[in-house]
């Protein structure tokens, strides 16, 4: 049997309610250090992979992780504004109450699949920037400083293409997800 291929249009109200959802989360994890809230969305991929979760939700759960390796990755300096809308995004993760409960069988991970496409559309620039600069860093082979110089010049070149694109989407991203991220 194909696939069946799902399309949900959230409409104002329901973005409302998920925006609802983040702020309450956002509210619980603001007595969690970085590192914890990092760490439970770590638990998050790593129960995901270990569980039966759906493909569609597999096929997501990269995003969220590299938004937990991009905070971490000392060549990457992901700065201090991207790692507040990062940390923020990834506060979600650290609420134990889901909308719907993971053991539902094939739907249980929607609520997460969706949180994460909005992370995942909020922090797209950042992350294909690090995407690209993981690729180019494996590439890098010849060692030394001069490889490190070569780094450094890739990860400046890739946070100016990073902030010029933000800058020119900062109309067109949608209210309800610069709400959602904008800031812990």
Same mark, same amino acid.
């Given at each position: 049997m194909p696939p069946i291929r799902v399309t949900l249009k959230l409409?104002?109200?329901?973005?409302?309610?998920?925006t609802a959802l983040m702020e309450q989360a956002i509210k619980s994890a603001a007595?969690?250090?970085e590192s914890e809230i990092r760490a439970a969305a770590v638990r998050t991929i790593e129960t995901t992979r270990s569980s039966k979760a759906?493909? #569609?939700?597999?096929?997501?759960?990269?995003?969220?992780?590299?938004?937990?390796?991009?905070?971490?990755d000392p060549d990457w300096k992901v700065p201090p504004g991207?790692?507040?809308?990062?940390?923020?995004?990834l506060s #979600?993760?650290?609420?134990?109450v889901d909308l719907i409960p993971d053991s539902v069988?094939?739907?249980g991970f929607l609520d997460d699949t969706i949180?994460?496409?909005l992370l995942t559309?909020?922090?797209?620039?950042?992350?294909?920037?690090?995407?690209?600069f993981l690729r180019y860093r494996e590439r890098a082979l010849d060692g030394g400083e001069r490889r490190q110089k070569r780094i450094e010049n890739c990860r400046k070149r890739l946070r100016a293409r990073i902030q010029e694109r933000q800058h020119r989407d900062a109309d067109r991203t949608p209210w309800a997800i610069r709400r959602l991220f904008g800031s812990r």
């Open positions: 409409a104002d109200e329901d973005v409302g309610h998920l007595s969690l250090s759906p493909d #569609y939700v597999l096929e997501r759960i990269e995003n969220l992780e590299l938004a937990t390796r991009i905070m971490d991207a790692r507040t809308r990062i940390v923020t995004a #979600y993760f650290s609420n134990p069988p094939g739907l949180m994460i496409e559309r909020d922090l797209r620039h950042e992350i294909a920037g690090f995407r690209d």
